[in-house]
């Protein structure tokens, strides 16, 4: 374990003196403990002073020193308190639910990773380290709540990442949930703790990275570094590629090559690869090759598309081959996963399985229509690309606001099959509309009324739990950040108000059994991803400053923001980056 040091020390006191000389009427031995005081002072002013961070303290571990981020200010200041406007009281409205989430889960389940907020219970599913701690750490930083945040940093201090010897840590989620709620943690505080537990946790799960193709295994024990294979024979593609962004910054952070080679690696297994369009869901463990024909943006695939943007426009946009490989991949997705249903024209994204659209519809695949938005607004895409790109995102997001619209509940099912009854492939309605003279609106984008009825909804339930996910309301997020477009948020509220009528129990929210009940049963579960996530965007969302800018925070895929960082000359030599 490393040393913690997250307080700053207080100036030494006075001591008894011995008195031999005077200077200005005092002992001279009593002048000693001010000089201290003076010294002391000024060490820890200085950062405050010129910007710098607190070099010194960085945990022994780390081999270099921590990089100090210039552009981006850290500290940033609260929202300016500015009149209350209606959407400064929504955002209130959200951190007041994130602070009734929190607090049960303090005082019901801390220390077990998260809260059963029905029976005020608790449960041990992600190590048993506390995950709603790390994983709602960034946002305390970033509602103000710094108590809370300062709090939590005691129990983040004592956490040392052990298991016992025949328990392992999921790779994908505990790089996601803990070592991003760590680093976006530290990258808004700068706190040393973070970024020393941060180097601790990176450090303890590489062996995850040891299988001959470099695409890790679904789990690790931290202690033995023994490793375990998930249920399925191959490497899941959104386990192989949700983790550059997070052990890339790490590297940056802390000069550790490893951290950096092992992560790229895999980013070479998929140039290697020479996939044309589509990648697929699941890759051989022994080759680093595709090992299976279907493709989706939802479960098993969706942060994998997110990781070849975002690990680009995280380093500065410094290796353009992750671009090509998101832009190639969104080709695909654009070209022969998009729908759209006959009768109210909903255009959704689905799988194909072996040649065959299943023509489900997947919360999970919500996220799509914020990351074309981040995509449009970061990249400099052709024109054509660029309206494809618009449309698909404006009408996805759409039917995903559909979703919650039309139930009795305002919330939105799981899982949804897509109506059969002739669905069209979306590029074939643009091209008839193109062709047609461009009569009425674009395919997809019409305003749509809502529709209570469910056999009239154009879709049917096969998931009908609302589990609390962020995926719909990340999109209205950077749709409304990309767009100033006020509906956006509309829609927002309107989720944040029926989470607050469904979802809200005595200890904190509950997922929903059922969204198409009016008086639908609580589940009795809280995933930490609701404080990471769902809370955290609804919050940016109506808050009116733009606290994080897109084009100086990356968000990893459980929304922990990274800042915008750009290699040294000596990185690039030291982990060979060429461009
Ligand atoms: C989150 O843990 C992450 O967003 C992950 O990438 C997939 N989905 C869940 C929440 O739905």
Same mark, same amino acid.
């Given at each position: 374990m490393l040393p913690v040091h997250f307080k700053r020390p207080s100036a030494p006191s006075d001591r008894p003196a011995l008195l031999v000389k005077s200077f200005f009427g005092r002992p001279l031995l009593r002048w000693v403990p001010v000089v201290i005081g003076l010294v002391v002072t000024f060490y820890f002013a200085l950062p405050f002073l010129t910007g710098e961070s607190f070099l010194n303290d960085a945990p022994s571990s780390i081999t270099h020193k921590p990089i100090y981020h210039g552009p981006v200010n850290p500290h940033h200041p609260p929202p300016i308190a500015g009149p209350a406007t209606v959407w400064s009281d929504r955002a209130d409205q959200v951190k007041a639910a994130f602070v009734h989430a929190y607090a049960g889960y303090k005082r019901h @389940?801390? /220390?077990?990773?998260?809260? =059963?907020?029905?029976?005020g219970r608790q449960v041990n599913n992600f190590n048993g380290w506390g995950v709603t701690v790390f994983d709602a750490l960034d946002t305390m930083w970033i509602m103000d709540l710094k108590d809370e945040f300062y709090e939590a940093l005691d129990f983040v201090a004592q956490t040392t990442f052990e298991l016992q010897a025949n328990s392992f840590a999921p790779f994908f989620e505990t790089v996601i949930r803990y070592l991003g709620g760590l680093l976006s943690a530290y990258a808004l505080s700068r706190e040393p703790v973070l970024l020393t537990r941060a180097d601790d946790l990176g450090r303890m799960l590489l062996? @995850?990275?040891? /299988?001959p193709s470099g695409l890790p295994n679904y789990a690790v024990n931290t202690v033995t570094g023994k490793t375990r294979a998930g249920w399925a024979n191959g490497v899941l593609w959104a386990e192989a590629l949700s983790n550059q962004m997070e052990y890339k910054y790490l590297a940056h952070l802390t000069g550790r090559p490893e951290y950096y080679n092992k992560t790229q690696y895999i980013m070479e297994k998929m140039y290697e690869a020479n996939v044309t369009g589509l990648f697929p869901t699941m890759w051989d463990? /022994? =080759?680093? /090759?595709p090992l299976n024909t279907h493709f989706s943006v939802g479960a098993f695939a969706d942060s994998a598309h997110e990781y070849l943007l975002k690990q680009y426009l995280l380093s500065g946009k410094s290796d353009p081959k992750t671009k090509d490989l998101y832009l190639r991949s969104m080709t695909g997705v654009i070209n022969e996963l998009l729908y759209i249903t006959s009768d109210r024209k909903l255009l959704y994204v689905t799988d194909l399985h072996n040649d065959s659209p299943t023509h489900n519809l997947e919360h999970l695949s919500c996220f799509l229509p914020g990351l074309l938005a981040l995509g449009i607004h970061t990249l400099e895409l052709s024109p054509r690309d660029k309206e494809l790109h618009e449309w698909a995102a404006r009408g996805i997001a759409q039917t995903c606001w559909m979703t919650y619209h039309d139930q009795p509940t305002g919330l939105g099912p799981d899982k949804v099959s897509m109506s059969m009854s002739s669905p069209v492939l979306w590029t074939d309605a643009i091209e008839e509309w193109e062709t047609g003279g461009q009569i009425g609106p674009v395919p997809g984008l019409q305003d749509t009324p809502r529709e209570p009825t469910p056999n009239l909804q154009n879709y049917s339930r096969r998931?009908? @739990?609302? =589990? =609390?996910?962020p995926e719909t309301v990340e999109s209205f997020y950077i749709l409304w950040r990309t767009t100033g477009e006020e509906r956006w948020r509309e829609y927002g509220w309107a989720v944040f108000q029926s989470i607050e009528k469904h979802a809200r129990t005595k200890y904190g929210y509950a997922s929903i059994y059922d969204v198409y009940e009016s008086e639908p049963q609580p589940l009795d579960e809280m995933p930490s991803y609701f404080l990471a996530e769902t809370l955290k965007y609804l919050y940016l969302l109506f808050t009116d400053e733009d606290i994080l800018p897109l084009d100086k925070w990356v968000f990893n895929t459980e929304a922990h923001p990274f800042p915008i960082f750009e290699w040294d000359a000596w990185e690039k030599e030291r982990y060979h980056i060429l461009s």
């Amino acid at each position: 374990m490393l040393p913690v040091h997250f307080k700053r020390p207080s100036a030494p006191s006075d001591r008894p003196a011995l008195l031999v000389k005077s200077f200005f009427g005092r002992p001279l031995l009593r002048w000693v403990p001010v000089v201290i005081g003076l010294v002391v002072t000024f060490y820890f002013a200085l950062p405050f002073l010129t910007g710098e961070s607190f070099l010194n303290d960085a945990p022994s571990s780390i081999t270099h020193k921590p990089i100090y981020h210039g552009p981006v200010n850290p500290h940033h200041p609260p929202p300016i308190a500015g009149p209350a406007t209606v959407w400064s009281d929504r955002a209130d409205q959200v951190k007041a639910a994130f602070v009734h989430a929190y607090a049960g889960y303090k005082r019901h @389940a801390h /220390t077990y990773d998260e809260l =059963l907020p029905v029976t005020g219970r608790q449960v041990n599913n992600f190590n048993g380290w506390g995950v709603t701690v790390f994983d709602a750490l960034d946002t305390m930083w970033i509602m103000d709540l710094k108590d809370e945040f300062y709090e939590a940093l005691d129990f983040v201090a004592q956490t040392t990442f052990e298991l016992q010897a025949n328990s392992f840590a999921p790779f994908f989620e505990t790089v996601i949930r803990y070592l991003g709620g760590l680093l976006s943690a530290y990258a808004l505080s700068r706190e040393p703790v973070l970024l020393t537990r941060a180097d601790d946790l990176g450090r303890m799960l590489l062996p @995850a990275f040891d /299988t001959p193709s470099g695409l890790p295994n679904y789990a690790v024990n931290t202690v033995t570094g023994k490793t375990r294979a998930g249920w399925a024979n191959g490497v899941l593609w959104a386990e192989a590629l949700s983790n550059q962004m997070e052990y890339k910054y790490l590297a940056h952070l802390t000069g550790r090559p490893e951290y950096y080679n092992k992560t790229q690696y895999i980013m070479e297994k998929m140039y290697e690869a020479n996939v044309t369009g589509l990648f697929p869901t699941m890759w051989d463990k /022994t =080759l680093g /090759t595709p090992l299976n024909t279907h493709f989706s943006v939802g479960a098993f695939a969706d942060s994998a598309h997110e990781y070849l943007l975002k690990q680009y426009l995280l380093s500065g946009k410094s290796d353009p081959k992750t671009k090509d490989l998101y832009l190639r991949s969104m080709t695909g997705v654009i070209n022969e996963l998009l729908y759209i249903t006959s009768d109210r024209k909903l255009l959704y994204v689905t799988d194909l399985h072996n040649d065959s659209p299943t023509h489900n519809l997947e919360h999970l695949s919500c996220f799509l229509p914020g990351l074309l938005a981040l995509g449009i607004h970061t990249l400099e895409l052709s024109p054509r690309d660029k309206e494809l790109h618009e449309w698909a995102a404006r009408g996805i997001a759409q039917t995903c606001w559909m979703t919650y619209h039309d139930q009795p509940t305002g919330l939105g099912p799981d899982k949804v099959s897509m109506s059969m009854s002739s669905p069209v492939l979306w590029t074939d309605a643009i091209e008839e509309w193109e062709t047609g003279g461009q009569i009425g609106p674009v395919p997809g984008l019409q305003d749509t009324p809502r529709e209570p009825t469910p056999n009239l909804q154009n879709y049917s339930r096969r998931k009908a @739990a609302y =589990l =609390l996910r962020p995926e719909t309301v990340e999109s209205f997020y950077i749709l409304w950040r990309t767009t100033g477009e006020e509906r956006w948020r509309e829609y927002g509220w309107a989720v944040f108000q029926s989470i607050e009528k469904h979802a809200r129990t005595k200890y904190g929210y509950a997922s929903i059994y059922d969204v198409y009940e009016s008086e639908p049963q609580p589940l009795d579960e809280m995933p930490s991803y609701f404080l990471a996530e769902t809370l955290k965007y609804l919050y940016l969302l109506f808050t009116d400053e733009d606290i994080l800018p897109l084009d100086k925070w990356v968000f990893n895929t459980e929304a922990h923001p990274f800042p915008i960082f750009e290699w040294d000359a000596w990185e690039k030599e030291r982990y060979h980056i060429l461009s």
